[in-house]
């Protein structure tokens, strides 16, 4: 255990300033900022909820901004593995790097444990736990940073961001580019109107590059000791354990992860989705090939229709995403994506118009020219061409990330010196549920289907609730 503050035998410094805050801010309607009231000058304490993979960097990314990491949360405990080997490496390294770092397989019992010693969390699990994981820590009162897609399913989502601003906690989702100064450059021309009203976005991914498309799981194979799996399964449908499921291609699950446009869109829908600030979608279509009962589509062509916007021609524009290789198909005995040629879906060239689909994520089609832009790369390109006075002439009107770093905006919005960090859940919450609705579509294919977001259904269409908001294995049942 590490050397942690010690529990007190009456209600602790930061929880008497918590909850006194709290209710202060709400007899002079106003938030209360117990670090500002402190004037702190120790570090805030981390938990990495997910430890190894992209936990590892989210773990090493928050200590570099200034978090002092004092307990890990895996399913995996690397001292207990027979062997250690491939991904399960970063687990291992992770544990290296902070040997000092309290270590739990179950985030519950970290967050009931170590109660007011840690301040924030990090969520880095697969999918299907990012809601409990985040609406747990948020209702202890600790800030989240939550990977991309915010959740598994839609109702989560929205839910998600009503239990952060009840809580009133910082929030980010981790499609960091969203603090890359040419992306929030781009967001600003776009909505300036220098390609006129928009009327199409068109977003592209060669992902999955993980196997997607089979009928039935893969063999049993006994758990490795070192392994909580059932812990992993969590609040999903059991399924038994299998190295060709995790710790990677869980993502090629319906239970667990959410395909290709769950895993890329919070990354390349970004752009799109915040210059527009639409209202949600009134319909959504996919087109695919390859998806089964258990598993997402090797590729598709996801459409939605959204009304107009300050933006937008009047009409309203269309959103359409593109994924997967063309003519993969899912080979069994190798357990992967087998690719017929190195083409992956992307907009025909009425869209592109000679340019390269592969340097570019995103086209944002306007009434009076084009915007080419890669989440990666400052290079974004306008056809037809634009002067650069006239861009220069355009006022900045976003703010600008500390270092163009997600994890220094979130610690500037938990220590006070701004309100949000930019994707915080407010944000995030709307366009995940914009993408979880693509990923309905992808399990009821070649259909249009109407969206009432209000009653968050779709009309006529009892059968798909289940789909909207799931059921929660036994034990995983969850208070909001």
């Known amino acids: ?5 010690a529990r007190t035998c009456c209600i602790s410094r930061r929880r008497f300033a918590k909850s006194m805050g709290t209710a202060l801010g709400a007899a002079a309607g106003f938030h209360f900022f117990p670090s500002l009231a402190q004037k702190r000058l120790e570090k ?11 936990g ?3 773990i090493e990314q928050a200590k570099k901004a200034g978090f002092e990491v004092v307990a890990l949360v895996d399913v ?11 991904r399960l490496r970063s687990m291992a390294q992770v ?8 270590f739990y397989s179950d985030y519950r ?54 239990v952060a601003k009840q809580t009133g906690m910082k929030t980010q989702m981790g499609n960091q580019a969203h603090a890359n100064d040419h992306l929030r450059r781009c967001v600003e021309l776009i909505r300036s109107g220098v390609i006129g009203k928009v009327k199409e976005i068109h977003a592209w991914t060669n992902r999955p590059i993980w196997p997607q498309g089979f009928h039935s799981p893969p063999p049993k194979v006994p758990t490795p000791a070192g392994i909580d799996w059932n812990q992993w399964v969590g609040p999903a449908p059991w399924v038994d354990y299998s190295p060709r499921i995790a710790p990677f291609a869980w993502r090629g699950w319906w239970d667990y992860g959410t395909g290709a446009l769950g895993d890329m869109a919070c990354h390349i829908m970004d752009l799109g989705f915040w210059a527009m600030n639409p209202e949600a979608p009134r319909s959504v279509r996919a087109q695919q090939q390859g998806a089964t009962e258990i598993s997402p589509p090797i590729n598709s062509i996801i459409t939605w229709e959204f ?12 959103f359409q995403w593109y994924d997967g290789y063309i003519d993969a198909t899912f080979d069994r005995d190798s357990w992967s994506l087998k690719k017929n040629g190195d083409q992956y879906n992307h907009p025909d060239d009425d869209v592109l118009e000679g340019m390269s689909f592969r340097d570019y994520g995103s086209v944002i089609v306007g009434s009076e020219g084009k915007l080419f832009f890669h989440r990666a790369k400052n290079n974004w390109q306008f056809k037809p061409n634009v002067p650069t006075s006239e861009i220069d002439a355009i006022p900045t009107s976003l703010p600008r990330a500390p270092q163009q770093n997600s994890y220094l905006e979130w ?24 993408i979880l609705l693509g990923v309905l579509a992808q399990r009821f294919p070649d259909t249009r289907l109407s969206w009432d977001a209000q009653k968050m259904e779709v009309p006529g269409r009892p059968e798909l609730n289940p789909f909207i908001r799931r059921e929660y294995r036994d034990g995983w049942q969850i208070q909001v």
């Open 76 to 86: 995996i405990d690397a001292k207990k593995l027979d062997k250690i080997e491939g």
């Open 307 to 318: 009304g107009p916007t300050p933006y937008s021609a009047a009409e309203g524009f269309t």
């Open 95 to 102: 544990r290296e790097s902070f040997p000092d770092a309290a």
């Open 411 to 434: 610690l500037a919005a938990i220590e006070g010196h701004i309100d949000q960090a930019a994707s915080n859940f407010s944000l995030a919450s709307p366009m995940t549920e914009t």
């Open 1 to 5: 255990m590490p050397n942690l503050p």
């Open 56 to 58: 590892r960097t989210d």
């Open 109 to 162: 019992e970290m967050l009931d444990e170590l109660g007011d010693r840690v301040d924030a969390v990090t969520v880095s699990t697969p999918d299907h736990h990012h809601f409990h994981a985040s609406v747990l820590a948020m209702q202890a009162g600790k800030h989240v940073y939550c990977q991309k897609p915010l959740s598994h399913g839609i109702w989560e989502a929205r839910t998600m961001n009503a």
């Open 44 to 54: 805030p304490t981390l938990a990495g909820i997910g430890a190894g993979g992209k």
